[in-house]
């Protein structure tokens, strides 16, 4: 993974942009009085026929769609990356924090959340390394080959949470 991540700074800056997105969310939802983080969505409608094979490729092109807007900064010089990787992790905190006040145990949140999510947040953050690599981009040399692995490794990983979030995840959240 070293010979991958060059730049552990960048990782390192994706990593706390997500986190503090969601600690910031987990924080704002519970400092007000309310009983659902986004009002008109509960588990009913949300997971409304997004379960197996359909539910799984749901998730996966939703997904990747936030993956190529987090990778388009490293055409643009970082910019879109820095506010969707942190507005990706208010949201997670948001939802979670929601969900809580509305009575979900943690237990079930974290398994509402852990099965899938150990693949996705990583896809999420290496996203969001390659975008923030776009500060580099053109004053270094480019390993393509490299990229080219990091792309596959977030491919991959979106795949394995899709699969996840489609067949295993508890549909709680």
Do not use: C
């Not at 969601?22 to 997971?47: Q, R």
């Not at 939802?95 to 150990?118: K, R």
């Amino acid at each position: 993974m070293n010979i991958l991540l060059k730049d552990k700074s960048l990782l390192l800056f994706s990593i706390i942009l997500f986190a503090g997105g969601m600690i910031l969310g987990i924080t704002l939802i519970l400092s007000v009085n309310t009983e659902t983080a986004v009002l008109g969505m509960n588990s009913e409608n949300y997971y409304d026929k997004r379960e197996g094979f359909e539910g799984s490729l749901f998730f996966f092109i939703q997904n990747l769609k936030v993956v190529l807007l987090l990778v388009s900064g490293i055409l643009l010089f970082g910019i879109p990356t820095v506010p969707i990787l942190f507005l990706n992790g208010l949201w997670l905190g948001g939802v979670l924090a929601g969900n809580y006040l509305s009575g979900m145990g943690v237990t079930e949140l974290f398994l509402a959340v852990v099965p899938h999510g150990l693949f996705e947040i990583p896809a999420l953050i290496l996203a969001g390394y390659l975008g923030l690599y776009g500060l580099k981009f053109y004053t270094e040399k480019k390993s393509w080959k490299r990229l080219s692995y990091i792309v596959g490794s977030i491919v991959l990983l979106l795949f394995l949470a899709s699969f996840i979030e489609g067949f295993v995840t508890p549909k709680s959240i």
